[in-house]
């Protein structure tokens, strides 16, 4: 079976300023996605990242990067220049290597971005 | 660039009703998905159909149903609705051109009283 755990229910930070979101997972796959969505007040699931396990390289996408640690199976996320627009729910999912395959989501992180 | 299409965007039944949810996925994109999030909660998987097949199924009531059509939508089925199951109503679509990435349509909210 494979989990996703994201242990902080919510978090806070200063417009501007950088915040970084924890997420660690739980697979037997040997290749697997994992993925980072936002889902804002319209509650609309927007991808943010995607990162491939088979990839040492961390994948970024503007001011969203991850820290990818395959072995710790931790897979976390950085916003820089944290905007208002960025108050959102943050889910963390894992989705095995092969064709059709369903997300796995942790318990998500609430962010607010203050002014 | 043309995204996943869901309706109705909100429903409201009484219990014991039957309700049906469509789903357009973006096109080209031959693998549907059907998620249900309860309030305050993760998504949670329902069932997923591939070229027109059902290729993997999550915790779907035996009440809920779905199928895919050979223009590829979706419709989700369910019958003696219950007050649980009023929820946000996701489908997903992917593609090998899309690296099997999930892209979102806007939900269906769905109210029973």
């Known amino acids: 079976a494979q989990t996703v755990t994201q242990s902080q229910p919510e978090m806070s930070v200063q417009e501007a300023e950088t915040v970084t979101l924890s997420c660690t997972y739980d697979?037997?796959?040997?290749?697997?996605?994992l993925f980072w969505y936002k889902q804002p007040p319209s509650r609309q699931m927007i991808l943010v990242i995607r990162?491939?396990?088979?990839?040492?390289q961390n994948a970024t996408e503007n001011r969203f990067s991850v820290n990818f640690q395959k072995a710790a199976k931790s897979f976390s996320l950085k916003i820089s220049d944290s905007q208002l627009g960025d108050t959102a729910m943050y889910f963390c999912?894992?989705?095995?290597?092969?064709?059709?395959?369903?997300?796995?989501f942790g318990k998500g992180t609430k962010l607010t971005v203050n002014p | 660039a043309a995204g996943v299409i869901q309706s109705p965007r909100h429903l409201i039944k009484e219990k014991r009703e039957t309700a049906t949810l469509k789903c357009y996925p973006i096109?080209?994109?031959?693998?549907v998905y059907w998620y249900q999030q309860g309030p305050g909660q993760d998504p949670q998987f329902l069932i997923s159909?591939?070229?027109?097949?059902?290729?993997d199924k999550g915790s779907i009531p035996d009440r809920f149903s779905a199928q895919q059509f050979s223009d590829y939508h979706s419709e989700l089925n369910m019958s003696s609705l219950e007050l649980g199951d009023s929820a946000l109503y996701f489908c997903?679509?992917?593609?090998?051109?899309?690296?099997?990435?999930?892209?979102f349509g806007p939900g269906t909210r769905l109210l029973v009283l």
């Open positions: 159909f591939y070229e027109k097949m059902q290729s």
């Open positions: 997903a679509s992917s593609s090998v051109t899309s690296e099997e990435t999930q892209y």
């Open positions: 990162q491939e396990a088979y990839k040492q």
């Open positions: 096109p080209r994109h031959d693998t």
């Open positions: 999912a894992l989705a095995a290597q092969g064709g059709s395959e369903k997300l796995v």
């Open positions: 697979t037997s796959e040997s290749n697997y996605y």
